[in-house]
């Protein structure tokens, strides 16, 4: 469990680090993001890190049954993280297991025990991305959670991208306004619902 709150206390403190001037206008993809989106820049770094760091560990055991072991023990902390209402910590571990370094280990994988694969079956469905990561979101309507960020970044973009900040007679877009500042204050409130205190959140290729 140890290994899950660490996950879900650093994945909090950049979450709630997040400005909202990071989420406006797209900045996170621009010229300049850096700069312009910083913690949103570091949650992406973040999340690849550790998925790195998921495949790395497994494929650097020579042998099967090490291998399986370790691919348990990290289904165990994703459904862990899965309980602290970590569903960023979730979906770095299930894009890790289900990247093509660890996938294509199909005797490592028939190794696995039948109740982790079992367990990884139903994270994988929980952070789906079909129909929006419908999924999911039935998961944030109980906050305090950690959201999966880009699920919140796609939503803007396509708010942004099919609207204009100007009406075609010249007036303020108050209705675009709105949708971005609800997305916004939505993803806000699972960094606040997490700060006071209600939350069970802490804060070679390899073949075979």
Known sequence: ????????????????????????????????????????MLVTKRFN??????????????EVPDRAACIEKWIAIADICRCLQNYNGVLQICAALE???????KNTWEVVAK???QSFEKLLNLVAASARFKNMRE?????PCIPYLGMYLTDLSFIE????????HGLINFCKMRMVSGEISTQFS????????????????VYD
């Open 1 to 40: 469990m140890d290994i899950a709150e660490e996950l879900t206390y650093l994945d909090f403190h950049i979450f709630r680090s997040i400005k909202t001037e990071e989420l406006l206008n797209q900045v996170w993809m621009k010229d300049g993001k850096e700069t312009k989106a910083p913690h949103v």
């Open 161 to 168: 991208e099919g609207a204009l900040d100007i009406t075609e």
């Open 99 to 105: 990247s093509s370094s660890i996938h294509r280990l």
């Open 49 to 62: 890190e550790v998925s790195k760091l998921v495949v790395s560990e497994i494929i650097s055991r020579p």
């Open 115 to 117: 109740q982790s694969r």
């Open 190 to 205: 699972l960094a606040s619902a997490c700060s006071n205190g209600n939350t069970a959140v802490y804060t070679d290729t």
């Open 139 to 143: 998961m944030l309507c109980d906050p």
